[in-house]
């Protein structure tokens, strides 16, 4: 079992930066690929970016360059370094883990966060 609670959310303007945390609870924590999701109302769940177990980063093509995911393992936290923020990326952020690192990319991760918003203004 793992138990994740996503903060960093708020407000910002165009162009500004925010950095997203999941702290992760359990034992088995280091064994599983992370990864963050988002939803823009009234749209699906689009995945954002992953890092895999052994270090593996990938991310979805309109954060490329503007995003970095990161874990620090001491504090059993992932977090999600959002740079040059446009107001597209409004969106609730979450959380999710899974040993399978497919199961992250199709959206069917074992466990998710609570989520944390993310408001990115003109």
């Known amino acids: 079992q793992v138990q994740l609670v996503e903060s960093g959310g708020g407000s910002v303007q165009a162009g500004g930066s925010?950095?997203?945390?999941?702290?992760?609870?359990?034992?088995?924590?280091k064994s599983y690929s992370m990864g963050w999701f988002r939803?823009?109302?009234g749209k699906e769940r689009d995945w954002v970016a992953t890092r895999q177990q052994?270090?593996?980063?990938?991310?979805?093509d309109s954060v490329k360059g503007r995003f970095t995911i990161s874990k620090d393992y001491?504090?059993?936290?992932?977090?999600?370094?959002?740079n040059s923020l446009k107001p597209e990326d409004t969106?609730?952020?979450y959380c999710a883990?899974?040993?399978?690192?497919?199961?992250?990319?199709?959206?069917?991760?074992?466990?998710?966060?609570?989520?944390?918003?993310?408001?990115?203004?003109?």
Do not use: E, F, H
């Open 39 to 41: 939803q823009a109302p």
């Open 91 to 93: 969106a609730m952020y």
């Open 54 to 60: 052994w270090g593996t980063t990938t991310y979805t």
């Open 97 to 122: 883990a899974d040993t399978q690192v497919s199961r992250l990319w199709n959206g069917r991760a074992d466990y998710w966060g609570q989520g944390t918003q993310v408001t990115v203004s003109s």
């Open 18 to 29: 925010l950095r997203l945390s999941c702290a992760a609870s359990g034992d088995t924590y």
């Open 74 to 82: 001491a504090k059993n936290t992932l977090y999600l370094q959002m």
